[in-house]
């Protein structure tokens, strides 16, 4: 096997550990899901893939688009949480706001209900190359935050967001 199918096969399992542990998660639900997801091409596209999963596993869900994920709207969405109780995806972005997801929703509200899904590189990280920095965020935030640099897959040009969402679908 190449050393570029084993790190496919290394973020592929990844995917499957979470997408068992969410769908394990989602039948207490009593909360919709709720997909956030980017006003890109590629975003729409990874957007409904998560809502075509989501429907075919009759698992009740929303999808909202947005221009991009800003520190305003994490706080009205962690404000939305704290009434509804949903569980997040954000899918196409999310990574560069990682910090920020992580302080209002498991900092202050005790909330690790949520799921990353994005192809973009981490927050904090000036590039692709600093192979120890993405280990150390992949460490910190490896039960809800999937990115493919995690596994050395370079997402600006090997895998796009709604690839991930693809094989997030497909796995079990």
């Known amino acids: ?3 570029e199918n084993k790190k496919l096969e290394k973020l592929n399992s990844d995917l ?3 997408k068992n542990s969410f769908l394990n998660y989602t039948k207490n639900l009593t909360a919709p899901i709720q997909i956030y997801t980017h006003l890109d091409a590629d975003g729409l596209s ?4 998560l809502g075509k999963l989501l429907y075919r596993e009759n698992i009740p869900f929303q999808i909202t688009v947005l221009r991009q994920l800003e520190k305003r709207e994490i706080e009205k969405i ?3 949480v704290d009434v509804n109780n949903n569980y997040l995806i954000f899918s196409d972005f999310g990574s560069g706001q990682y910090q920020e997801l992580h302080s209002e929703l498991i900092d202050k509200r005790n909330c690790s209900n949520f799921l990353i899904l994005d192809h973009h590189i981490p927050q904090n990280i000036s590039s692709k190359e600093d ?3 993405i280990e150390e965020v992949h460490e910190v935030t490896k039960e ?3 990115n493919p640099y995690f596994f050395g897959v370079d997402g600006s ?3 796009s967001g709604a690839g991930l969402s693809y094989y997030f679908a497909k796995g079990r």
Do not use: P
């Open 1 to 3: 096997m190449s050393n």
């Open 16 to 18: 499957k550990r979470i």
């Open 46 to 49: 990874a957007g409904a893939i």
């Open 78 to 80: 962690a404000e939305k």
């Open 131 to 133: 192979i120890n920095l």
């Open 144 to 146: 809800w935050h999937i």
């Open 157 to 159: 040009i090997e895998i």
